[in-house]
């Protein structure tokens, strides 16, 4: 795949922001996870330094039970 000119990326994005259909999309999938379970912890997980990881893994283990 080739990558846009700088110009092309720049009319997409606009075009992304200024889009009611595309707003209203992302409003949906947005919800969507937030109402999955688990979204804070893998938000923590992909947030976490790697010395934090066995901590939260751990945590998650300890509140499926």
Do not use: H, K
Request: overall charge neutral.
């Amino acid at each position: 795949m080739r990558r846009p000119s700088p110009e092309r990326f720049a009319e997409r994005l606009i075009q992304l922001t200024q889009t009611a259909a595309y707003r209203a999309r992302a409003q949906e999938v947005a919800s969507a996870i937030a109402e999955e379970s688990g979204v804070e912890l893998r938000v923590q997980v992909i947030e976490a330094p790697r010395s934090d990881l066995m901590a939260i893994s751990w945590l998650s283990m300890t509140t499926m039970l």
